[in-house]
């Protein structure tokens, strides 16, 4: 079941206050977030809890490390550009 750990309570070093695991479960657009082997393995058995859950390819989503911020721009620039394009 994969609400079973939604009620453990743990302290979150980013938001500096504490919360439920439940947020942490879905706060990565339904997938959960980066940090929570390292936040909650000595609550219960996380790696498990996530291996059990979430695919391959889920997981490399979850973990997979964040987007270097030059990258996005260049993002947001081509799709500027996009949208140029088709207005002319
Ligand atoms: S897993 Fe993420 S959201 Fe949850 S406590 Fe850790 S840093 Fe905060």
Redesign the pocket.
């Known amino acids: 079941m994969i609400e079973k750990y939604d009620k453990e309570e743990?302290?979150?070093?980013?938001?500096g206050h504490f919360?439920v695991?439940e947020?942490?479960r879905n706060?990565?657009n339904g997938l959960?977030?980066?940090?929570?082997l390292?936040?909650?393995f000595q609550t219960f058995p996380v790696q498990e809890f996530i291996d059990e859950n979430y695919s391959a390819e889920d997981q490399k989503k979850i973990f997979e490390p964040p987007k270097a911020k030059i990258l996005t721009l260049s993002e947001i620039l081509e799709q500027a550009q996009k949208r140029l394009q088709k207005n002319e």
């Open positions: 743990g302290y979150c070093r980013i938001l919360l695991f947020y942490c706060m990565n959960p977030c980066s940090r929570v390292d936040c909650w």
